[in-house]
T-cell receptor, first 116, second 117 residues
Framework: DQQVKQNSPSLSVQEGRISILNCDYT??????FLWYKKYPAEGPTFLIS?????DKNEDGRFTVFLNKSAKHLSLHIVPSQPGDSAVYFC???????????????FGKGTLLTVNP | GAVVSQHPSRVICKSGTSVKIECRSL??????MFWYRQFPKQSLMLMAT?????????EQGVEKDKFLINHASLTLSTLTVTSAHPEDSSFYIC?????????????FGPGTRLTVL
């Protein structure tokens, strides 16, 4: 039962263009969403997050959009750079699960390749 | 800052042996550490959550007697895979949440590739 889904295993874009990574979730209890970036042989690093009380959060070139009614979120990277090439994981947590531990449920990831 | 290390990075062992993986927070104290497992082209699956000084909380379907977790200090957690079998071959990754930090703060280690022959 995949509660967080990233249906595109890979995405290829040209440098300077926009990258849009998508994520869908099924658990309506999720109220906090995060994006992580992972390079090979390294652990995931936190990129950006959004609470369910918002529909947009922006940090530099990265913007996350949340559509609660559709249970969908997306990460926009603009302009895309070759150094952005990595696997991007979407993750979600529910404030009422696990007490103060806020367990994360991850998607399978999307491999982004930004071509020079 | 906020570096998490794991040791070893790779381990190959024979079926039936036990393997210990260490997770250390190098420059902060971690009240909570998480252990994940990732199979190829799959998501990171949470195995257990450990709080310093208390027993780990295991996710459904994860055998606590097979995957022993010890969080003896604020900077070290260990995962021991007991009597390893080929199906335990996977990528094991830990994360640590610094004391007093918000829910979105989890720093991940680089992972350990376990291969059981």
């Amino acid at each position: 039962d995949q509660q967080v889904k990233q249906n595109s295993p890979s995405l290829s874009v040209q440098e300077g263009r926009i990258s849009i990574l998508n994520c869908d979730y099924t658990n309506s209890m999720f109220d906090y969403f995060l994006w992580y970036k992972k390079y090979p042989a390294e652990g995931p690093t936190f990129l950006i997050s959004i609470s369910s009380i918002k529909d947009k959060n922006e940090d530099g070139r990265f913007t996350v959009f949340l559509n609660k009614s559709a249970k969908h979120l997306s990460l926009h990277i603009v302009p895309s750079q070759p150094g952005d090439s990595a696997v991007y994981f979407c993750a979600a947590s529910a404030s009422r699960s696990g007490g103060s531990n806020y367990k994360l449920t991850f998607g399978k990831g999307t491999l982004l390749t930004v071509n020079p | 800052g906020a570096v998490v290390s794991q040791h070893p990075s790779r381990v190959i062992c024979k079926s039936g042996t036990s393997v210990k993986i260490e997770c250390r927070s190098l420059d902060f104290q971690a009240t909570t550490m998480f252990w994940y497992r990732q199979f190829p082209k799959q998501s990171l699956m949470l195995m257990a959550t450990s709080n310093e000084g208390s027993k780990a909380t295991y996710e459904q379907g994860v055998e606590k007697d097979k995957f022993l977790i010890n969080h003896a200090s604020l900077t070290l957690s260990t995962l021991t895979v007991t009597s390893a079998h080929p199906e335990d071959s996977s990528f094991y990754i830990c994360s640590a949440r610094p004391r007093g930090r918000a829910r979105d703060t989890q720093y991940f280690g680089p992972g350990t590739r376990l291969t059981v022959l």
